[in-house]
């Protein structure tokens, strides 16, 4: 199931960027070029992404919309047991399945995949995974904004810290203009993506004791 759901995201990640690539540049970074030229580097462009670290073409040559595209596909990461960073492709899977498996009634939700269901822990690692990294991107990212005061714009932050989160080695050419507490952000980012945001909540919250009792449960409205 684990080779599955990974190989599937993978290459409908990779599809997705090569798409939104070609779709957005053809009357820009790609106005002048031949139609395989522009494809083969749609396809380089979207594998860097998953962690690639080298690119074909200056990426600050992009328009914004493909840059906060690329960004997205840098912050969900490549697939697990990989040198990549990012949430992973299997996180992004099981959220994605969440979603289209959601039921309001709590004993008919479950994510089935493959013939297979996923195991409600795995869910919830993923919703863990997935807020702790929102929290961190975006945290640092109005940390640089703040502390650069107007000398990086959003786009330039955001893509900075995705891509240091997603440890791809992209840049919009600002990295080494930014101070060094922009730097020590981006290199704390670069850390945490690189070992995985499950075993950094471990490493610093430390692994619970079993509770040994448990309050009466009660419901709250959601949305």
Request: aromatic share 12%; hydrophobic share 50%; glycine share 10%.
């Amino acid at each position: 199931l684990f080779a599955k759901i990974t190989t599937v995201t993978y290459f409908g990640l990779f599809i997705f960027g090569v798409l939104i690539i070609l779709l957005f540049e053809h009357n820009q970074a790609f106005q002048n070029m031949s139609w395989h030229k522009s494809l083969f580097y749609a396809l380089f462009q979207s594998a860097t992404t998953r962690s690639a670290g080298l690119q074909t073409i200056d990426v600050s040559g992009f328009g914004e919309g493909t840059n906060i595209v690329m960004g997205i596909l840098m912050f969900i990461g490549s697939s697990p047991s990989s040198v990549g960073g990012g949430i992973r492709t299997t996180t992004f899977a099981i959220l994605i399945l969440f979603l289209l498996n959601f039921s309001n009634q709590p004993e008919k939700t479950s994510i089935k995949a493959f013939n297979r269901e996923i195991h409600i822990t795995d869910v919830q690692r993923s919703f863990a995974v997935f807020i702790m990294a929102s929290i961190l991107t975006f945290t640092s990212m109005i940390f640089i904004l703040v502390v650069e005061n107007g000398k990086v714009s959003f786009l330039q932050a955001f893509f900075e810290v995705m891509s240091a989160f997603g440890t791809c080695g992209l840049s919009l050419g600002i990295t080494g203009d930014v101070n060094d507490m922009s730097k020590g952000v981006l290199m704390v980012l670069m850390l945490i993506g690189r070992v995985g945001l499950i075993s950094f909540i471990i490493m610093i919250g430390g692994r619970r004791e079993p509770d040994k009792f448990h309050y009466p449960k009660e419901r709250v409205q959601i949305g």
